[in-house]
């Protein structure tokens, strides 16, 4: 059974940092693509950012470029989130989530690509 847990999330000031990470168990893959995506109220979930695990290619939402990192550790089977310089729009719930058979060229900030989900993690930017 695949699970994604989430964690790190919380409240900060802006201009201050975060780091979430995302565990996940029941499978181990190479070729795997692992994504965060995020939900405010009121607005669509949205894409943030991806990697793909064979060669750690990464894919970013232009609201967060040069801000949010997303490293991995494949030994581990975990993704992070480092999430830098954020602003009062960043408030919302970010989701990790896993497409475990996964290809470079499917790396992808489309919610409807993954397979798997965590429960979320509230992230919180005050100005």
């Known amino acids: 059974q695949v699970q994604l847990v989430e964690s790190g999330g919380g409240s900060v000031q802006a201009g201050g940092s975060l780091r979430l990470s995302c565990a996940a168990s029941g499978y181990h893959s190479t070729s795997a693509c692992m994504g965060w995506f995020r939900q405010a109220p009121g607005k669509e979930r949205e894409g943030v950012a991806s990697i793909y695990s064979g060669n750690d290619n990464t894919v970013y939402a232009d609201t967060v470029k040069g801000r949010f990192t997303i490293p991995q550790d494949n030994a581990k089977n975990t993704v992070s989130l480092q999430m830098n310089s954020l602003k009062p729009e960043d408030t919302a719930i970010y989701y990790c989530?896993?497409?475990?058979?996964?290809?470079?060229?499917?790396?992808?900030?489309?919610?409807?690509?993954?397979?798997?989900w965590g429960q979320g993690t509230q992230v919180t930017v005050s100005s």
């Open positions: 989530a896993a497409r475990p058979e996964c290809a470079p060229w499917a790396i992808s900030l489309r919610s409807h690509t993954y397979n798997y």
